[in-house]
């Protein structure tokens, strides 16, 4: 039960990262769509309409009575992701993903970011498999809950600063 209670914290805290640093930057998140969607206009709905339902993925999985809803906007987000990630490999392009902002250099259409969704995939596939289980942050007492919430922030900041690490080796290793 805890495992589940912590893949719906993590989700949650990641999703609210992302939606938090695109929210800031919303323009460059929006170069970045318009970089696979080449109309301008469209490009622009899509990116806010994307923020919204990573703001309501980060709400409403942490929640028991709407963790349903979540667990199909993140099936969205992770399909669109997906697809994304398709359309740039396919153009030959390289594109940064934007998807934490300057937190971290990503790029879509690398061999990086079909293993993050494939994790991302197995988590969210752990949540659907064990659907049955009552739990969500009304259900769960409240220092479990910080507990893994805060747990799920220290993983962020480590994939982050691991991230760092490989770029400003890959920065060193191409510099000298």
Do not use: W
Not at 12 to 41: D, H, P, Q, R, Y
Not at 103 to 125: N, P
């Amino acid at each position: 039960m805890e495992l589940i209670f912590f893949i719906q914290c993590f989700f949650s805290v990641m999703f609210s990262i992302s939606f938090i640093v695109k929210l800031k930057n919303i323009s460059g998140f929006i170069e970045t769509v318009s970089s696979i969607i080449s109309n301008l206009f469209v490009a622009k709905i899509s990116a806010y309409f994307f923020l919204i339902l990573e703001a309501l993925a980060a709400i409403t999985i942490a929640f028991n009575t709407t963790k349903l809803f979540g667990e199909v906007i993140i099936l969205m987000l992770l399909l669109a992701f997906l697809i994304s990630n398709l359309l740039i490999q396919f153009k030959k392009q390289k594109i940064k993903c934007n998807c934490f902002g300057k937190l971290s250099e990503e790029f879509l259409g690398d061999k990086v970011s079909y293993y993050r969704i494939t994790v991302l995939g197995l988590l969210l596939g752990t949540l659907i498999f064990f659907r049955r289980s009552q739990i969500g942050i009304e259900l769960v007492p409240l220092n479990m809950t910080l507990n893994l919430f805060l747990s799920s922030i220290a993983v962020m900041l480590t994939y982050f600063l691991i991230n760092t690490y490989i770029h400003l080796m890959y920065m060193r290793r191409n510099k000298y």
